[in-house]
């Protein structure tokens, strides 16, 4: 049965809702931009923009969600009056196309808490990237599926007027939480779709009680759960990817009453130097079914290059998770026992590992800290501290304090333990020290998930103020304190002091919302 489109002022149009995974390849391969690589992923080019645009994100400014939004760089306003003329010009652009793709799929493993999503949209690629990324209704839930919570608007082919108030180009992605709406304008770029649905959901779900997290998740044998927190470059992908545990999700979970679930049905991975040996997982799921977004390929035989920058860095595969040999379907999973923090310290003076009390978790939570290396991006020479609040502070809708409020409360409720494993440097600082190693990275975190952490004693690192494990089984014990790893002493107090300065630096724009003990969680800077 085809949706009536006609209440979004769309009509006498050919409208494919949700087609076989066959007919999609068939039209998205007569467009421009589409081609098919030798293992039979679908390959796509997103023209123009080949990342999200944050500075063309807008949220709908009304009375009913005004006091609930994180406004400012993140969150920007956009009057109604401008957001009805940029909707009205999605869907003349809707209108006049011969054909219409309506995905309708579900957002959320948990049915207590899923919402129900359709994506209106012109590429056939941008409509398989939906069908992986949304879960997907069987035929019975499709024929009931009814009227959906949110509706996607994806007109990226066409511009926004850059003459409507309170946008600064002619790329206009915007969410309205009164009339659950996305709109998209001027990017074609597929990864905005996911997000709006990510960013609607770190809306909705709290104000049910449910911790919205930019994280992975999977399952040990005895039905334990761990979350992994963590920007790129840490490690996250490969330390949750684990053979000897079930697979929960890779990228955004729910935590409520009763569990953690995962969001989506598919997984949206970086490919740029994707190798089998490095990510065997994500290789062998690049098959047919999956999408291939601005890779670098043979036309003549479909051989993708993975380490072909040349059109980005930020080269993309989206595949359904039942593509994963160890996914745990349906994904969801008990209260996690383990909330596990990764970083990659490239300043060399955070311990491989430490445990936190929830206050210390809320502060880490909130800060989100990495590190940049030389080689991570252009122009980077040296460490540089990097700080996304909630480790997805793009997505947010509420102040980060809320979310941290959330995770406190749960961790309390759940006797859930926190750790921040920094998965960087040691004996120094990048260009002097070594990277930790993985084989000792692995070991830290069977150590911490299989329980034999839990009663190791610990010492209180004197800057960072953390308690850290004087013992890890498998690990050499003069890793565990980074000071003692460094030649030069004094070069570690100094470093330590600098980075201690940087994290308070970061959180003073979070200090008027935190009590007392997540201040005094902090680091010393001396």
């Known amino acids: 049965m085809q949706p009536d489109l006609t209440p979004y002022g769309i009509s006498g149009v050919r409208v494919l809702r949700n087609p076989s995974v066959p007919a999609l390849y068939k039209l998205a391969l007569d467009e421009p931009g589409c081609s098919l690589a030798d293992t039979g992923a679908l390959i796509a080019m997103s023209n123009a923009k080949t990342g999200r645009s944050p500075k063309d994100k807008r949220i709908v400014d009304h009375p009913a969600n005004r006091d609930h939004v994180w406004w400012g760089p993140v969150n920007i306003a956009i009057s109604d009056e401008s957001y009805q003329i940029n909707k009205e ?7 006049t196309r011969e054909r219409v793709f309506c995905i309708d799929g579900f957002a959320g493993w948990d049915p207590h808490y899923r919402i129900k999503v359709r994506v209106l949209c012109v590429r056939a690629y941008h409509a398989l990237f939906m069908h992986n990324m949304l879960i997907r209704p069987t035929p019975g839930q499709l024929a009931e599926f009814g009227d959906p919570d949110w509706v996607i608007f994806n007109a990226g082919q066409f511009f926004a007027s850059s003459r ?10 915007n969410i309205n939480f009164t009339t659950r709406e996305v709109t998209i304008l001027g990017t074609e770029y597929a990864g905005e779709m996911k997000k709006g649905v990510f960013t609607v959901l770190n809306y909705v779900l709290p104000l049910r009680g449910i911790l919205t997290m930019h994280c992975s998740a999977n399952e040990g044998p005895s039905g334990d759960t761990a979350i992994f ?7 996250k992908t490969t330390l949750s990817a684990d053979p000897k545990r079930q697979l929960i999700g890779d990228d955004e979970h729910g935590w409520s009453d009763t569990g953690v679930f ?9 490919t740029i130097r994707l190798s089998k040996e490095g990510e065997p997982d994500i290789w062998n799921a690049i098959r047919f079914g999956s999408v291939l977004e601005n890779v670098g390929f043979d036309e003549r035989t479909g051989k993708v290059d993975y380490d072909d920058g040349l059109i980005t860095e930020n080269t993309r595969t989206s595949y359904p998770i039942e593509f994963i040999p160890n996914a745990k379907i ?25 445990r936190l009390t929830p206050e210390q978790a809320m502060y880490h939570f909130i800060s989100g800290y990495t590190a940049k290396v030389a080689g991570t991006e252009v122009g980077v020479t040296d460490p540089e501290a990097t700080f996304s609040a909630c480790y997805g502070a793009a997505f947010l809708v509420w102040h980060p304090m809320f979310y941290a ?3 406190a409360k749960k961790m309390k409720e759940h006797r859930a333990s926190a750790w921040l494993i920094n998965t960087g440097w040691s004996g120094g600082a990048f260009g002097v020290g070594q990277r930790m190693s993985l084989k000792n990275t692995r070991a830290i975190v069977d150590a911490v998930l299989s329980g034999a952490m839990d009663d190791v004693e610990t010492t209180t690192d004197p800057t960072f103020g953390v308690a850290v494990p004087t013992g890890a089984p498998g690990v050499p014990s003069e890793v565990l304190i980074p000071r003692q790893t460094w030649k030069d002493k004094h070069a570690y107090d100094a470093t330590a002091a600098k980075l201690a300065q940087l994290f308070n ?6 200090a008027d919302r935190a009590g ?11």
């Open 405 to 407: 409020e959330l995770l």
């Open 89 to 95: 010009t999605a869907i003349d652009f809707l209108q």
């Open 164 to 173: 409507t108030p309170d946008l600064t180009s002619k790329t206009s992605v």
């Open 505 to 510: 630096d970061n959180f003073r724009k979070y």
């Open 330 to 354: 349906p994904c969801i999973g008990n209260h996690p026992q383990n909330i596990i923090f990764l970083t990659c310290d490239a300043f060399g003076v955070l311990p491989p590992v430490s």
């Open 229 to 235: 927190f963590g920007l790129s470059g840490t490690g």
């Open 516 to 526: 007392p003990e997540v201040l005094a969680a902090g680091p010393k800077a001396s």
């Open 262 to 270: 995962n969001f989506e049905g598919g997984c949206y991975a970086k």
